[in-house]
Nanobody, 124 residues
């Protein structure tokens, strides 16, 4: 069993930055890939980024590539999402998720534990 708690969301102006954190409980954190997804009002949940269990593979959605950086600290059971150059279209609830295996990417079916989400609002 893994429990995930996101933090770091908030209101920021366009061009600003936020850093999301996801604290995980459970002994399997360091052996699982982790991902960030987001869901805007009226839209489906979409993949943002993921990081493999060792941190050596980090695929990103095209919409955030070059602006967002995912990382993890296995000693702290925490995964991060650094978001720079934020745009109004980045406004969404951001969810942290724990994958079923070592590597994972865009398919939500590859994740079996989800956090409650944290709101990110980017004003223009």
């Amino acid at each position: 069993q893994v429990q995930l708690v996101e933090s770091g969301g908030g209101l920021v102006q366009a061009g600003g930055s936020l850093r999301l954190s996801c604290a995980a409980s459970g002994r399997t954190f360091s052996s699982k890939a982790m991902g960030w997804f987001r869901q805007a009002p009226g839209k489906e949940r979409e993949f943002v980024a993921s990081v493999s269990y060792r941190g050596d593979s980090t695929p990103y959605a095209d919409s955030v590539k070059g602006r967002f950086t995912i990382s993890r600290d296995n000693a702290k059971n925490t995964v991060y999402l650094q978001m720079n150059s934020l745009k109004p279209e980045d406004t969404a609830v951001y969810y942290c998720a724990c994958a079923r295996s070592y590597y994972s990417a865009a398919d939500p079916q590859g994740y079996d534990y989800w956090g409650q989400g944290t709101q990110v609002t980017v004003s223009s």
